[in-house]
């Protein structure tokens, strides 16, 4: 499957922006499909993810509660609405798929096979 994800920009403290992550070759719902950033100078890591077989979504503790994962699976298609940015939140956005459904490693990048080519997205303090 490959990944194109679009979306980021420039946007001020407390502003939204959506990310959306576009699929082709395969169908999305056999995937779990994630959201990952990574800051400069710091190592990849885990934002959001919806899960293969359950449909569930899963976040991490800093953007809980101000961001939202959703996924199309007509469109074949997966967003990220990011509101209340802040500062922190400025990164490279990548988005990544994987078939496999294990709970456990859902956070570790090496759980996914294919990946985005990221999006930047840069919040203003």
């Known amino acids: 499957v490959q990944l194109q994800a679009s979306g980021g920009g420039l946007v001020q403290t407390g502003g939204s922006l959506r990310l959306s992550c576009a699929a082709s070759g395969r169908t999305f719902s056999g995937y779990t499909t994630t959201w990952f950033r990574q800051a400069p100078g710091k190592e990849r890591e885990f934002v959001a993810a919806?899960?293969?077989?359950?449909?569930?979504?899963y976040y991490a503790e800093s953007v809980k509660g101000r961001f939202t994962i959703s996924r199309n699976n007509v469109k074949n298609t997966m967003y990220l609405q990011m509101n209340t940015l802040k500062p922190e939140d400025t990164a490279v956005y990548y988005c990544?798929?994987?078939?496999?459904?294990?709970?456990?490693?859902?956070?570790?990048?090496?759980?996914?096979?294919?990946w985005g080519q990221g999006t930047q997205v840069t919040v203003s303090s």
């Open positions: 919806v899960r293969r077989s359950a449909g569930r979504e």
């Open positions: 990544a798929a994987s078939r496999r459904d294990i709970l456990s490693t859902i956070e570790q990048p090496l759980t996914y096979d294919y």
